[in-house]
């Protein structure tokens, strides 16, 4: 049986029923806000608001209740709620901005709420970036009046974003079940409460634009299971490269540069970014006599001339298993050999590669590619392989070539890496239980785009995202199992942050598929060592 809420002193209007064990309630202290927040609700339920798709609209939609203004009243219908039945607590309103780059209007989503942890708010921001609104992630504080301009430089610089008077207690009364925050900047140090007027109403428009988020928010909480690959994530060649960038930066001071993107990473790249690396296209990029690194994906001999000539410091972060295959491009055709080189056009390692032996090379993309080849001699072909391929893709485009060349000429030993073939089995183990796969990579990234496609051709839906923020909500509706890797480029960290933004959608239980250890461990050049 269920109970009334008493209303709060202030005049509450929403809170004369209540909410159900599975419902989304969503607590706004003000009436004018809640009123918003049911405007865009009702623009969703119109067909306008962009929220949950039809035929995924929870049985009871979401519960608006106004808590009261102010910590006393917050804490008051935080002591109510913590005894009442809800599925997910989502806070909404206006907010003062405490950081100079914040304009009325923005959105804030809170990844900590007083001594509240809110995991899921990237997914959350993310989202709400998608649906066209101004929205970041950051720490909210709730206070007991309003802030002053002096006040809010200290606690900026404590590193708050936001001050409330009501989204602390609220929070805490969760009690574990998911819970986010959602507060819209109505005045900044810039725009301080003099304007609070026009700051309001611009925030009041983009809490109403932010409700159908909110709705879509709670429909993919649920309790789930993660299943996560291993091995995944950084490999040996991939830790030398990020490696030699990180001691010429410690030993020589920025700035230093770096030929191409040092992996196809863009948290990687960015990270080095910030730490005084620059990332060229080209060497007339690089002043004269300057270092430069060269990436992992490999350079052709013609680059390497070029830095000479320049008289460049070169230092080389090339994947020592790239360079083997440059060596055997470079061995087949000084027998004699037409080089057939299975991988993607543009992609830096087989421009590289081609440069070893441009006039005995050729690229061959897909099966169909072979039927046009036309080497000097039928009996003097061999093939390599770009590193990062789908094993599948790259065995077919071999079989078709040992079919048309009976005496084709296979590499030593397999050119696909083994962090590559690894990852991709890993995949294909957690694929086969899951309802979606999350692989955590950057859309450069030929090994991540390939783990995608290994799901997908053992018929389990995938998503390449570069972080939780590219987590579309929608994807996880319906879904109890979900699988997580990450490509050979993409770090750790990455994968940790996935975990603990999901798991801000409820209970989630973390089993980890292991199918191979990894030992591999490349040395560095001789210019870096300690």
């Excluded at 839906?461 to 579309?472: M, N």
């Excluded at 770090?491 to 598929?513: D, F, K």
Aim: aromatic letters at 2%.
């Amino acid at each position: 049986m269920t109970e009334t809420i008493p209303r709060p002193r202030d005049g509450d209007t929403g809170a004369d029923d209540v909410s159900t064990p599975d419902q989304l309630l969503i607590c706004a202290p003000m009436g004018i806000e809640a009123r918003a927040i049911r405007r865009g609700l009702r623009a969703r339920a119109g067909g306008s608001g962009g929220g949950v798709p039809p035929g995924q609209l929870s049985a009871d939609p979401p519960k608006v209740l106004r808590t009261g203004y102010g910590t006393t009243r917050a804490a008051r219908q935080a002591e109510r709620l913590s005894q009442r039945p809800f599925g997910q607590m989502l806070i909404m309103g206006v907010g003062g901005g405490l950081s100079t780059d914040l304009t009325p209007g923005d959105l804030v989503v809170g990844t900590e709420v007083g001594v509240v942890t809110c995991p899921s708010a990237p997914l959350l921001a993310g989202e709400l970036r998608r649906a066209g609104l101004p929205a970041r992630t950051g720490r909210i504080t709730t206070v007991d009046h309003l802030v002053r301009r002096a006040e809010r430089a200290a606690l900026a610089a404590d590193g708050w974003l936001l001050a409330d008077m009501e989204s602390a207690p609220l929070a805490a009364a969760a009690d574990g079940r998911p819970v986010a925050v959602i507060r819209a900047v109505s005045d900044t140090p810039h725009h301080p409460l003099a304007g609070i007027v026009s700051g309001g109403l611009a925030a009041l428009r983009t809490l109403r634009a932010a409700a159908p988020v909110a709705e879509r928010w709670a429909a993919a909480c649920g309790t789930r299971q993660l299943l996560l690959a291993g091995p995944r994530s950084f490999c040996a060649g991939v830790d030398r490269a990020i490696e030699i960038v990180e001691r010429v930066l410690e030993r020589q001071g920025a700035p230093v540069y770096v030929r191409k993107q040092i992996v196809h990473n863009t948290r990687v790249v960015g990270d080095l970014e910030r730490r005084g690396a620059i990332f060229v296209d080209e060497l007339d990029q690089v002043p004269d006599g300057a270092t430069v690194v060269f990436s992992a994906h490999g350079v052709s001999p013609m680059v390497r001339d070029e830095a000479a000539r320049r008289g460049l410091a070169v230092i080389d972060a090339t994947c020592p298993l790239v360079s083997k295959v440059h060596a055997e491009a470079r061995r087949f055709a000084d027998a004699g050999y037409t080089v057939a080189l299975i991988g993607h056009a543009g992609h830096e390692e087989v421009e590289g590669t081609l440069g070893e032996a441009p006039e005995a090379t050729v690229l061959l993309q897909t099966a169909a590619d072979v039927a046009a080849l036309r080497p000097q001699d039928g009996e003097r072909v061999a093939y390599l392989m770009q590193t990062t391929l789908s094993v599948d893709e790259a065995a077919e485009v071999a079989g078709a070539l040992r079919e048309r060349f009976p005496s084709v000429r296979a590499p030593g030993s397999d050119d696909i890496c083994y962090a590559t073939t690894n990852r991709q089995a890993a995949v294909r183990a957690i694929a086969a239980e899951s309802d979606l796969v999350l692989v955590a990579g950057s859309a450069n990234s030929s090994n991540s785009v390939r783990l995608v496609e290994t799901c997908e051709r053992a018929g389990t839906p995938a998503h390449l995202i570069d972080g939780a923020e590219d987590i579309q909500l929608e994807w996880l509706t319906g879904v109890s199992t979900v699988g997580l890797t990450a490509g050979a480029s993409a770090p750790p960290a990455v994968v940790e942050e996935i975990i603990s933004a999901l798991s801000g959608l409820g209970a989630l239980t973390v089993t980890e598929r292991v199918t191979t250890t990894e030992s591999i461990r490349f040395g560095l050049p001789k210019e870096v060592r300690q």
